[in-house]
């Protein structure tokens, strides 16, 4: 899969900061809000990429323009095979029994009536929701709308996966039959993407991690060397702010010429390049920030 120069842009209404504005009604300036901004990356079969970054970084946005779902401002992405963003909460309808929905979402990715059919069985031993499941969907708990919304999206053979926080539901000992199934899903497919804020489950279950922040690619790479420094500017933020959390994403930053010589020198991935400044100086002016701190 190749993803080039790819920008989505919105367009949206800001609200004024008058309290007596109507609730309803059309107050505020347009501004224009940049999701994604010029994200360009390459995915190998046998990949399997974890997505992270804080809330509102861009990371769903991109699965759902790479898996066809929103059409992107400008830029193109061109892939083997069509992805599949796993999730069939459309499909789903509270009125039917669990085992009718597992019927109706198996047909809803794709599946032929036969092989649907065929995997209805698996499907309800993962989701493990006992009698419950000849019950209509509308008596269930959400944790109990989860399992089987997880159980459903996992038990397809996708080219090209593309998982959005799918690890996060459930007891521990659903957690650790999720992790077993999701391995298998991996082990079926070719290429994947995974969206989670779990560290553990980017480290348990991905190759290659890429760190994005307010749209924008930021580091590109193996998983035991981007994650940590992920995890470092996360305690960045937390502890000094801002300005610190700008110094690492700085320090560990690639060009997008860096991550196009990881792809033409085939090492994916080599250590991170710092594109603007030496190690030393980025050690004084972050030594200069603790002063002004």
Known sequence: MLADSIRLTYRVRVGNRDKRRR?????????????????????????????????????????????GLETPTSGSVLAKSKPQLMGVSAALMPKL?????????????GLSPDDAESRIDRVAELADIGESIYMPMRTYSSGMVARLRFAISVSADPEILMIDEALSTGDGAFKERSNEAMRDLISRSGTGFLVNHSA??????????????????????????????????????????????????????????????????????????????????????????????
């Not at 974890?50 to 861009?58: E, F, M, Q, T």
């Not at 960045?236 to 010429?257: D, H, N, S």
């Not at 792809?263 to 030496?278: F, H, M, R, Y």
Request: aromatic share 6%; proline share 3%; net charge negative.
């Open 23 to 67: 609730l309803f009604g059309s107050s505020g300036t347009k501004s224009t809000v940049e999701a994604l901004r010029g994200v360009s990356l390459v995915a190998f079969k046998g990949e399997f990429i974890g997505l992270v970054g804080r809330n509102g970084s861009g990371k769903s946005t991109l699965l759902r323009v790479l898996a």
């Open 200 to 293: 553990p489950a980017i480290r348990d279950l991905c190759t290659r991690v890429i760190w994005m922040d307010k749209g924008e690619i930021i580091e590109d790479g193996g998983t035991d060397e981007v994650l940590p420094h992920y995890e470092e500017y996360l305690r960045a933020l937390k502890r000094r702010g801002e300005r610190r959390g700008a110094w690492i994403r700085k320090k560990y930053g690639q060009t997008l010429e860096d991550r196009t010589q990881q792809i033409l020198d085939g090492s994916i991935p080599p250590k991170a390049i710092v594109s603007a400044n030496t190690d030393d100086e980025l050690d004084d002016e972050a030594d200069d920030m603790d002063r002004d701190a």
């Open 97 to 109: 029994t669990g085992l009718d929905n597992i019927r109706i979402g198996l047909l809803a990715m």
